[in-house]
């Protein structure tokens, strides 16, 4: 794999400018390019982490493509448009999903305005979503698909950021310069890889390695795997639907490979809680 190019962004963080908030228990999910399974696993992962008897919320970061309420077959009466608009705080727009045990927070889909918020109310957002999260003992955060102001703002404010890539050679290019953007703007030590709809494990661990191998000779980083997922016809099953896929195929490889993830992040965001109590 060879370096691609990654436009350069004045927007990314200079040496000595203030650094972003970071939340103490909240996940973002990313990805460098759309159709990854990105929504599908933020709702997976929320599901499995209930699962281990969390309180947990999904918030729909996606700001402008909102579906998590679309794969949930979820008719939500106030979303993040409502919060945005100044109509109400955004502790008052989360419901509950009780077929997951999990509360969520949902975007708007198709809603220009949100993708085009201006910094000052992006930033005003997501302090409010780390407010929120006080009250929870995990908060997944959906994010966009790419590399745009809003989804480094919220990557930034995450614990930890899970980039989620499939063997496709455009989404590890996609993912790379996720990676590289992101460690211009200092946050790479808190990016994790997820390779999703492997074929097998071994084919997984391939793609992980390819994409290892070219933040290793161009970036001289090394981001850790959280989990590998493999394929499985019957995800597109559940998500036609509107199930959660631990509901409608619960005994399968695919649903022990989310559950394995979301062990690794309790494990990291435990580990994250101890050295934040030593600092």
């Not at 890539?165 to 993912?175: G, H, K, M, R, V």
Request: with cysteine; hydrophobic share 40%.
């Amino acid at each position: 794999m060879t370096e691609p190019s990654v436009t350069a962004d004045s927007n990314l963080r200079q040496p000595g400018a203030p650094v972003f908030r970071r939340g103490k228990n909240v996940i973002a999910v990313a990805s460098g390019k759309g159709g990854v399974g990105k929504t599908w696993f933020s709702i997976s992962l929320a599901h499995a982490l209930a699962r281990e008897g969390k309180k947990v919320l999904l918030f729909d970061g996606d700001l402008g493509l909102a579906n998590v309420d679309v794969q949930l077959g979820l008719m939500p009466r106030r979303d993040l448009n409502d919060v945005i608009r100044g109509r109400l705080g955004l502790d008052k727009v989360t419901q509950s999903y009780d077929d997951g045990g999990f509360d969520i927070i949902a975007g708007r889909s198709g809603q220009a305005s949100l993708s085009a918020l201006p910094s000052q109310r992006l930033a005003f957002l997501r302090d409010q979503l780390l407010e929120v999260a006080d009250s929870y003992d995990v908060v997944i955060a959906d994010l966009g698909a790419g590399v745009d102001r809003t989804v480094r703002m919220l990557s930034a404010s995450a614990t930890r950021t899970l980039l989620i890539t499939t063997d496709e050679p455009t989404s590890l290019t996609d993912a790379y310069a996720f990676i590289k953007l992101g460690n211009a703007a200092g946050m790479s030590k808190h990016i994790s890889i997820v390779v999703n709809m492997a074929q097998n494990p071994i084919e997984g661990e391939k793609t992980y390695k390819t994409l290892l191998k070219a933040c290793e000779n161009f970036l001289r980083l090394k981001p850790p795997l959280a989990g590998m997922i493999r394929h499985d016809p019957r995800v597109k099953e559940s998500i036609r639907h509107q199930t959660p896929f631990l509901t409608r195929s619960p005994n399968t490889e695919t649903a022990e490979d989310v559950e394995k993830i979301a062990k690794v992040v309790l494990r990291d965001l435990s580990e994250a809680r101890k050295a934040a109590a030593k600092a």
